[in-house]
């Protein structure tokens, strides 16, 4: 997800988004340890994906 997009977003789009990535994240992380992935890239761009959304949330409360 581009950082755009996100800037885009609204904020309960945000939180949404957050929650929905933030499950997947752990569910590829939990079968990731049990089975290998085929691509384990996949762990890094979810991961990265969670902190823009999080960054983004953070950002507009301090506003």
Wanted: aromatic share 2%; proline share 3%; no cysteine.
């Amino acid at each position: 997800m581009k950082q755009s997009e996100i800037i885009a977003m609204s904020n309960e789009e945000l939180t949404e988004k957050l929650a929905e990535t933030k499950k997947q994240y752990a569910d590829m992380k939990m079968s990731h340890s049990v089975t290998p992935l085929e691509n384990p890239l996949q762990l890094r761009k979810s991961r990265r994906t969670v902190a823009r959304l999080a960054t983004e949330l953070n950002k507009r409360e301090n506003q």
